[in-house]
């Protein structure tokens, strides 16, 4: 079964810091991966998306990497602002079928002045 | 204008009601789904589209019909609502063939 598992589930961070989530896969056979970013009361939206031959993408002060090899990929957020407070969802699609994405459940980030 | 559109934004019924759930999109994508979206669960799939003829069954499709009346509109009805369906109700689109999805704003519904 396509599983992706997020950690931490909650980060508090200061604002101005950095902090990075980690995103596991089991999604097989794998073809990209999307960060998304939910604020409260929201849709999710897309922040970045990586193939399997890209092990790194940036989008502003976000930048997510991927290692292929070890099904794992991490979002890392440079000097925080209040408005990063949100949750953020890591999502695997598999290639052929049906292009059906699976969710992580997200890690909850709050950035604290 | 919102390219994914969501009515109602709240809505609260009474168990045993039929509550129908609207999307419409002008972003012109063939694919459309429905997800809900629980504390501490993420957000799962109860049913997609990949154009007006097709519909599928997702993770969690019982106790939920839908309807897509054309491609911009894909509704979610609860024939029969109960207290466990209370949840944050999510539309989404996608490019026939792409993966990035667009999410409308959501549909905070209480069955009380």
């Known amino acids: 079964k396509n599983q992706v598992e997020q950690s931490p589930q909650s980060l508090i961070i200061l604002e101005g810091k950095n902090c990075t989530l980690q995103?596991?896969?089991?999604?097989?056979?794998?073809?990209?991966l999307r960060w998304y970013k939910q604020d409260t009361g929201r849709g999710p939206v897309s922040l970045t998306i990586?193939?399997?031959?890209?092990n790194t993408k940036s989008n502003g002060r976000y930048t997510a990497t991927l290692d292929a090899d070890t099904k794992q990929s991490s979002l890392h957020i440079t000097a925080s602002q209040l408005s990063d407070s949100a949750s953020y969802i890591c999502?695997?699609?598999?290639?052929?079928?049906?292009?059906?994405?699976?969710f992580g459940r997200g890690t909850s980030l709050i950035v604290h002045p | 204008d919102a390219d994914v559109t969501q009515t109602p934004r709240n809505r609260i019924t009474k168990t045993g009601k039929r509550i129908m759930l609207e999307c419409s999109q002008t972003k012109g994508h063939d694919r459309m789904y429905w997800y809900r979206q629980d504390p501490g669960l993420g957000l799962r799939l109860i049913y997609y589209s990949f154009d007006v003829k097709d519909i599928n069954k997702g993770e969690i499709s019982d106790g939920y019909s839908v309807s897509r009346q054309a491609q911009a509109k894909f509704s979610l009805s609860l024939e029969s609502a109960i207290p466990n369906q209370t949840a944050l109700y999510f539309c989404a689109t996608s490019l026939l063939g792409g993966n990035t999805q667009y999410f409308g704003p959501g549909t905070r519904l209480t069955v009380l």
């Open positions: 995103c596991n896969y089991t999604v097989s056979p794998f073809s990209n």
């Open positions: 999502v695997v699609s598999a290639s052929g079928g049906s292009y059906i994405p699976t």
């Open positions: 990586m193939t399997f031959s890209e």
